[in-house]
Antibody, heavy 121, light 107 residues
Framework: EVQLVESGGGLVQPGRSMKLTCGASGFTFSNYHMAWVRQAPTKGLEWVASISNGGDNTYYRDSVKGRFTISRDNAKSTLYLEMDSLRPEDTATYYC??????????????WGQGVMVTVSS | DIVLTQSPATLSVTPGESVSLSCRASQGISTGIHWYQQKSNGSPRLLIKHASQSISGIPSRFSGSGSRTDFTLSISRVESEDLSVYYCQQSFSMPLTFGSGTKLEIK
C-alpha cells in the first residue's frame, strides 16, 4: 500500500525558514517523480514544486522560486521541502504527492495527509 | 498560466440523481485534464486522468469527457458519500494549475 507521511509543519514567523519532510513507503521511491501541493485555508489546490525521480530536475511555481528548495534522498525514500523567507501568504496545508508523468501529461496519483504551515508573527 | 474555470461553484443534489460538473480551460489543452475528489478535512484523491480514463478502485459511476477547452466530470446515481469538493487540474503546460473547485452538496 502506497503511503506518504508528511512532518515538520507548525507556526513560524515571517522571514524565517522551515523544512518539511515526506516519508514514502509501499512503492519504489526512486522510480517516481514527486511533488508538493499546497492548500491555503478554505482555498483551492496550488502546485508548489516537483522533482524528477533521480533528483536532477526541479520545477517551481514562480511565487516560491528562489525561496523554496525541493530535494529528495532516494536511499531513505524521503522527500523534502526547504522553505526560506516565508511569507504570510505561504500559510497552507502542504501535501506531498506522487507525481506521474504519463505520455507527457502530469498528475498526482497518491497524496499524503498534509501538514499545516502557519506563517505569522 | 492556464486558468481553469469550474462551474457551478456549488451543486445541491438528491441521492440517486446524476450530475455533470464543468471545467473550462483558458486555452486548448487537448485531453490534459485530471479530476480529484476532496472530502472535508481529507486529502485529494485522483478520480479520472487524461480527461476520460478511469482509475483503478474508483467507482464506475464517475466518468469524464471533453477535449480542448471544455471538460465534464459526470457522476451517475449520486450517493451521500460523494459529498465533496471536486477539482480539475491541467497538465498541458507548466505551472500545473487547478480549478477553484465545485462543492457537491447532498440534499
Amino acid at each position: 500500500e502506497v503511503q506518504l507521511v508528511e512532518s515538520g509543519g507548525g507556526l513560524v514567523q515571517p522571514g524565517r525558514s522551515m523544512k518539511l519532510t515526506c516519508g514514502a513507503s509501499g512503492f519504489t521511491f526512486s522510480n517516481y517523480h514527486m511533488a508538493w501541493v499546497r492548500q491555503a485555508p478554505t482555498k483551492g489546490l496550488e502546485w508548489v514544486a516537483s522533482i524528477s525521480n533521480g533528483g536532477d530536475n526541479t520545477y517551481y511555481r514562480d511565487s516560491v522560486k528562489g525561496r523554496f528548495t525541493i530535494s529528495r534522498d532516494n536511499a531513505k525514500s524521503t522527500l523534502y521541502l526547504e522553505m526560506d523567507s516565508l511569507r504570510p501568504e505561504d500559510t497552507a496545508t502542504y501535501y506531498c504527492a506522487r507525481h506521474i508523468v504519463d505520455y507527457g501529461y502530469n498528475y498526482f496519483d497518491y497524496w499524503g495527509q498534509g501538514v499545516m504551515v502557519t506563517v505569522s508573527s | 498560466d492556464i486558468v481553469l474555470t469550474q462551474s457551478p461553484a456549488t451543486l445541491s443534489v438528491t441521492p440517486g440523481e446524476s450530475v455533470s460538473l464543468s471545467c473550462r480551460a483558458s486555452q486548448g489543452i487537448s485531453t490534459g485534464i485530471h479530476w480529484y475528489q476532496q472530502k472535508s478535512n481529507g486529502s485529494p484523491r485522483l478520480l479520472i486522468k487524461h480527461a476520460s480514463q478511469s482509475i483503478s478502485g474508483i467507482p464506475s459511476r464517475f466518468s469524464g469527457s471533453g477535449s480542448r477547452t471544455d471538460f465534464t466530470l459526470s457522476i451517475s446515481r449520486v450517493e451521500s458519500e460523494d459529498l465533496s469538493v471536486y477539482y480539475c487540474q491541467q497538465s498541458f503546460s507548466m505551472p500545473l494549475t487547478f480549478g477553484s473547485g465545485t462543492k457537491l452538496e447532498i440534499k
